[in-house]
Structures are given as C-alpha cells and as structure tokens.
C-alpha cells in the first residue's frame, strides 16, 4: 500500500468583516462584525491550532472594490471586503497567542520600499520563532495603485519585471547580508556582531537600489516561506521560480492539469517539483445529516447579498455586471442576444458556461456561482476531502461562509476524521514553518534563486 | 496649597540591543541580548504597567550609525542601536497583554505611503483600543535615505514641506473620511456602512496625491496621540502646529526656556498651550544609600563601551570624533590646538564647554557626558524628579542604564514615592491614550488641524 503523504491546511481569510462569505457577516451566529476586537481573532487563532491547521492565510485587498456600478459604493455598503485592516499588526498578536500555527502575510511588492518591508518580516519571523509566510502579490486594483503614488496600473510585464526587481533586493537582505555566525553577542568583549560578516547587499536594479547591510539579525527562517497565486502564464513562471506554496483551480477535475503545470514551471526554473506545494481553495456546508446540511446550504445561500456577489465577481472579471439584467439568461448572454455582453473577458464567458442550465436567469447563475459549497455531513465531507488528495493537491485554503462557525464545524467534526484517515498531522512537527511543511530544515533549498543570492555572497551553499 | 498636576512617565526605548546604554547590555544582567525574543519585551511592558508608566516608547533609527571612523563598523560591533528590529511588529503584541500602557511608534514620513501608513495606524488604534501614538519623524541618517530610494538627504526646508504634506495626507483618512456614523452594522438590511458617509479625501499636495477613501473604519483615536522632538527652527514651528507631546531639552536649568518656547510656537499656530505636553529625558541610577548608588554609577560607567559612545555622539553631531586623539585635552580642542576641531559643529562645541574641568582628556569628557545620570536614593532621585516638575515639564523620559533592572528600581522604589508625593498616578485613568493624558475625550482638540480638517470635509467641530 502507498502512503499518501497528509494534507495541508489553511483557513483562507482577510482582516475583514467578510471574505468570501457574500454578505453572511449578516447570519445571527457570526461574529465577523468583531472585526476590530482582538478577542475575536485570538479565539480564531487559537480555534485552527487547536485543529493542527498549518496556516492561518490573511488576504489583503488595498481598495474598495469599484467596478460594479463605476463606485464603490455597493462594497461599503455591503461590506465587501471593506473596510480592510492590515494584517500585519493582527499577525505578531495570533503568532504570540499560539506556539505553532504558521500565519501568511499577503503584501503587494508596490506598498512599501523593500528595506523596510524586508525588516518588517525578519521581525514578524523572530517574534514568531519562524512562523512567517509571505504572500507575494504584484496586483492591485487601479483604485490602490493611484493612492500609493502609482499613476495607474502598470502593464503586466512591467509588474512581473518590478517583481522580479523587488524579490531580488529582499532576498539579498534575508539571505545574503548577515552570515550565519556574525552574532557573537560576547559580553566580554563587548562585542555584538562581527562587522567583517554583516555585508551590503549594493542591490542595483532597474527599479530598485539597496545598499544594506540590512537592519536585523538573520531570523530562524532568513527567507519567510513564499506563497504565490499564479493565473497568467507570466504569473506561472513568476511563480515557478519563486513560490513554495501556489494557489491552483478551485475545480477538481481541471486540478491534475493544472497542477502538472505549476510543477513543470518549478522545473523549468532549476527546482526540483518536489520544493513546491500545490494548494486548491475549498468550501464546504456541513450538516448532521445529508438533508439538514442542504438545507444549511439552501438557506445559507438565500442569505448572501446578491449586491455582494456582483460586487466581487465584477471586480474579478474587471467587468461591470450591473449591465446585465438580472432576468437575462445565461443562453441570453451568451449567444449575444444582450448587446450588455459585448466585450464580457474569456474567464466570465468560462464561468458562464459552466451553468448547469442554460436557461437559467442571470441572478440564479451568480447566486449558484457564489454557493459552489461541497454539502454533507462530516464523512461525506471528509471523502471528498480525500478525492481532492487523490486529484494530487498538496493542500487546501479553507473557505469561510459563516466565522467562526466554519472553523468550528472543520475542528470539532473534520479534524478527528481526517486524522484517523491519516490526511491530516496528529501532531505538530517542531521547528518553523518551512521545516513543518517541506521536513528539510528552516532554509529554501540551494536550488532557490534566494538561496543562489547567498551562494554568489558568501561562497556557500 | 497649588495642587500640582502629576508627571507623565515614558520608558524611553527603541526595539534594538543597546539604545543609549552605551554598551551596558553587556553587564551581567542585562537581559536586552534576548531582544528577539517576545518574552523579554512583554515582562517589561508588563511591569511598565505594573508601575503605572503612561507611555511606552519606541524610537527607531533606519540604518546602521556610521559616521565614527567613517563607517558603520563601530555600530555594528558594539550593538549600538543595531540590530534594530521594526517596532511596529512589537507594540500589537505589547498592547495585547496591557490594558493601560500607550505605546509610541516612531516612523519616518520617507518611510512609507501616507496611504498604507494611515491603515497600519488605524489597526493599531483598534486593536489597542485607543492606545497608539505616533511620534514624527521627518529626518534620517543619509544611509537609510540611498535605502529608501531618497538619493541623498533633502534639504531641511525641503523635509518639512514633505512633512506637512504629509501629515495633512494622513489627517484626512482618519479624520475626514468616514463621518462618525458611517457604520451602520446593520444586519437585516445586510449594510455595513453608509455609502454617502465614506469620502475620498482628494488629496493633493506638493508630494502626495491621495484620492481614499481611508481603507478602515474609524479608530478610537481617529488621529493617534501625536509626538515630535523639536530641535531646529522649522521644527520648533512643526511640532508647534501639530504635536501634542513634545521634547524638550536634558539639562534642566535651560527647561523652562526651552518649555516657553515650545508653548509659544503652540500658541503661534492658534492652539492652546494647554494643548501640549512637555516631556524631558530622565536617567538615573539608583543605590540603597548614596554611597553604593555613587559605587554602582561609577561600575557602570567604567563598563560603558567607549566605542559606542564615540560612535552615537559622531552621529548625533554628524561629525568624526575620530580625528581626535583620546589624549587631547578640552581646552585644546576648544582652543583650536587641535587641527582635527576644525568644523567642529556648535552643538558638539557647547557639550564641550559644559566639561567641568576643561583639563580632562577627550576620553575622560566623552565617559562624563555619556554618564548624565542622576546618582542617588530611592529618596533623593524622588526629590529630583519633584524639581523637574517645579522646572514646568509635564512628563520625563525615562532612559535604561540595564534593562530591565532600571526599570525594575523605578517600578519597585519610585512609583510608591512618587504615588505618596502626588507626582505619579495613583491608578489609570479610562479611556483612550489621549484622554487618559490631557482628560478631554478620545479626539484632538478643535483648534489642531487634523480636526480642522473635519470641520472643512464635514462642517462639524
């Protein structure tokens, strides 16, 4: 018999009152409106290790979302992943309040300058005694990118290009400017580092100079462990080179495809598959009995907020769907027949396509597109957990609908299930987070371009 | 009888090995080697607390000091202010485990957008429940600046236009942005906020363009308990529009002019100068009687590292101290008999003359002024602290000689004496940062003009 290797778990959430819950921050029982207190995201924190979840994943978004409707009014008011803190004051709290959690910091490579974006992690990975993550995004909306000084989106070249720019200033600083022994931290002599080992890095690229050395001590992790979603083939190959962690399809009969895909990306830039991990988002309604979690599921989506719905997919597509009527059809829309569809992307002519039934109104399609739950009870929910690892995923970022009650339901009634199955860790291994995940040790591998950064440094591997 | 208003107090730190302890984090108990470690910084925010400080303060400095000798050698090697770690990952956690204690985050106005500034604020604000200040800073050392993507050091008039800019950019998201009603929570109408009650701030200034809206909702604080140290001319005018904690000088027979000035400038820029709060530096050093207070001052001061106080003074003065030889007199080198005091900067020139014997060697003068501590009893350091507040300062600065053994002496023997005096807080007062300082409720006062802001975007004071 071959033994599956287990699963990775994520809870995939941002420091909003609602994700990707569609206006369920509304249901009597949830307590996302407690956005701002502390308590609500300890108890969360402290819920997913009691769970032995691997990682707490925090999203970031840097504007309301502004396409439906030409404003932004319809994500205020509906609460659409707005407003939106930041999540890197929550992280050093939830990192304190548990002992082996790993927490994913998302950052855009256009909000702060790399010097101090590379202290910021170093610092978030020593308080946490290497549990940091770093999300790298080089997207935003339009709206962020004026805000930040930014005249408008830059091509997406030019943003792989500024990313590749900026990764490479950071790495220098985490892997290539303090040597592993240049703390010597002798009282007696009075001596803290040896300054012959704590280096400049003269980063000179075309977006970015750094000289170093940088600000702090190399951490338990140097590099923080690095996610990426990759959507675009430049996105793939960004994410190729770099990512320990990508983010595939949400739909598990194109996953194999797509995660061959990733892996062959990783090879093609000098790592071995193995270095990466391939995790698939996933969304579930659980109920005691079959029929009781559908009727969850039922009432559930009767809830979301249809304004909340078409908020988030216009901002998705970068198409505004209150062209739409909401009686139009799918069949309507996608022949032609409503003159609103011309100049609808590719991905939401997909989406669209994949409607059950053709004849359905627009409003049934975006609120059965919003609720793409797997329903059952805790084994049926567990089975098809398993099929996802039988698919070849590595892991999987746990969806919300309604917090904390989705992570409570996961903890109590999946955690014990898929333990027994063997896909899920017993017990935490010690060491970082890196080390948790890949079992190798708190540093990337020699074949990481981060890694490579050191070896043209210092001469070692 | 004049009842005295009480002192302020603030623990004077920055989130580093040594910050003006000149090399005594290498005496035997000092713990500050542990500064990586959360444990070491949550006791000692703890006992602050225990010992009813106000205020937690951290400084921060973006690059290594590097003009002693030329290069930053001489920090690096004795851990003067480096490593330094990002305090802004320290104070979430130190704000979780108090429930009284403000926390002072110093940050650079070059350091990051106003935009993403103002949420990392507002989160802290939030998560603290109202206890975050911010201290501004607008000039660094040229190394950070190259780091930055600054080319060189603006001029001085030229930090201040950013500065205003700035902070005007800053003031608008959290002031002017959401009206105090825009939340509505509303769960049966699923409406979190009220669209026509989020605006964009449209902001556009010589530096900054910022359209918002503000990313969060409003902070208890709205604006953070705003701080600024005041040296210069432009400086005196910008803290006097815009702090509401100001620094004044060490020495304290020039304090009252000094605190003149300041209220002065406060009262130029239509503010009350009950509306700013005057705070000195305080270092001591503690002994059960005078003499083994006196024994231990000098143990200390012959363990402070010369190395470090020639570096930190070579960066405060932006000048070499290098050039001169250990043996060189005072009088020499006010004399001009030494060829090295050529450009000598008038700042290191008047320190020089406050030498008590201008017969002392550059070593002996250089170990004197790096040891300005008040030597003495429990009592007599009680009696002292009285006099500051007869001089007129609102507040001391409390530096740490060992931490945390001098903040241990404060908290075990001059909180009690300074209680039973009525200089020091019998207990918190409620409430945010602010009120628990100037008594008035969470938010500026109508006259400063952050506020003024408000009434401009919403016609209310």
């Known amino acids: 018999m071959i033994r599956r290797p287990r699963l990775l778990f994520s809870a995939f959430n941002e420091f909003v009152l609602s994700h990707h819950d569609h206006g369920l921050w509304a249901y009597p029982e949830s307590r996302q409106p407690e956005l701002n207190s502390v308590d609500y995201w300890v108890n969360l924190a402290r819920l997913l290790e009691r769970g032995r979840f691997d990682l707490f994943f925090f999203a970031d978004v840097l504007a309301p979302y502004d396409i439906y409707r030409g404003n932004r009014d319809a994500a205020l008011r509906s609460g659409m992943q707005s407003p939106v803190n930041d999540p890197a004051v929550l992280i050093p709290i939830l990192a304190y309040v548990t002992q082996n959690l790993g927490f994913a910091l998302t950052e855009n490579i256009l909000q702060e300058p790399p010097y101090t974006f590379a202290r910021k992690i170093s610092t978030m990975d020593h308080l946490s005694r290497g549990r940091i993550a770093w999300n790298i995004v080089t997207s935003f909306l339009p709206g962020a990118g004026r805000n930040l000084g930014h005249a408008g989106l830059p091509s997406h070249e030019e943003r792989y290009g500024r990313a590749e720019d900026y990764?490479?200033?950071?790495?220098?600083?985490?892997?290539?400017?303090?040597?592993?022994?240049?703390?010597?931290?002798?009282?007696i002599a009075q001596h803290y580092a040896d300054p012959r080992k704590v280096h400049e890095i003269n980063h000179h690229g075309p977006y970015y100079d750094v000289i170093g050395p940088h600000l702090t001590e190399p951490s338990p992790q140097r590099t923080p462990l690095l996610f990426q979603a990759a959507a675009s083939s430049v996105g793939v190959q960004f994410a190729g080179r770099h990512a320990e962690i990508l983010f595939t399809s949400f739909n598990r009969t194109m996953a194999p495809q797509s995660i061959a895909r990733l892996r062959a990306a990783a090879v093609e830039a000098g790592r071995r598959s193995d270095q990466v991990k391939i995790f698939a988002g996933f969304s579930f309604v659980m109920g005691s009995t079959e029929q009781e979690a559908r009727q969850l599921a039922r009432e559930l989506s009767d809830r979301q907020s249809l304004e909340s719905i078409l908020t988030k997919f216009s901002g998705f597509w970068n198409f505004d769907l209150s062209r739409f009527d909401l009686n139009d059809t799918v069949a309507e829309i996608l022949n032609g027949d409503v003159a609103a569809a011309a100049g609808l992307p590719p991905i939401a002519r997909q989406a669209l396509s994949a409607a059950p039934e053709k004849s359905w109104s627009f409003e049934r399609f975006a609120r059965w597109m919003a609720a793409q739950h797997v329903v059952g009870t805790p084994e049926s929910i567990a089975?098809?957990?398993?099929?996802?690892?039988?698919?070849?995923?590595?892991?999987?970022?746990?969806?919300?609908?309604?917090?904390?009650?989705?992570?409570?339901?996961?903890?109590?009634?999946?955690?014990?299930?898929?333990?027994?199955?063997?896909?899920?860790?017993?017990?935490?291994?010690?060491?970082?987070?890196?080390?948790?995940?890949?079992?190798?040790?708190?540093?990337?591998?020699?074949?990481?371009?981060?890694?490579?950064?050191r070896q043209v440094a210092f001469g070692t591997s």
Not at 167 to 187: F, N, P
Not at 385 to 396: M, N, R
Request: aromatic fraction near 12%; include cysteine; hydrophobic fraction near 35%.
């Open 383 to 453: 089975e098809e957990i398993t099929a996802w690892q039988d698919a070849g995923v590595d892991g999987l970022n746990i969806y919300y609908q309604v917090s904390p009650r989705t992570y409570e339901d996961f903890v109590n009634e999946l955690t014990p299930r898929l333990t027994a199955r063997g896909i899920m860790q017993d017990s935490y291994t010690s060491g970082t987070l890196r080390h948790k995940i890949f079992g190798n040790g708190p540093f990337l591998p020699p074949e990481h371009p981060a890694r490579k950064a």
């Open 167 to 187: 990764v490479a200033a950071v790495y220098k600083l985490w892997e290539a400017s303090w040597e592993d022994d240049a703390v010597l931290c002798d009282r």
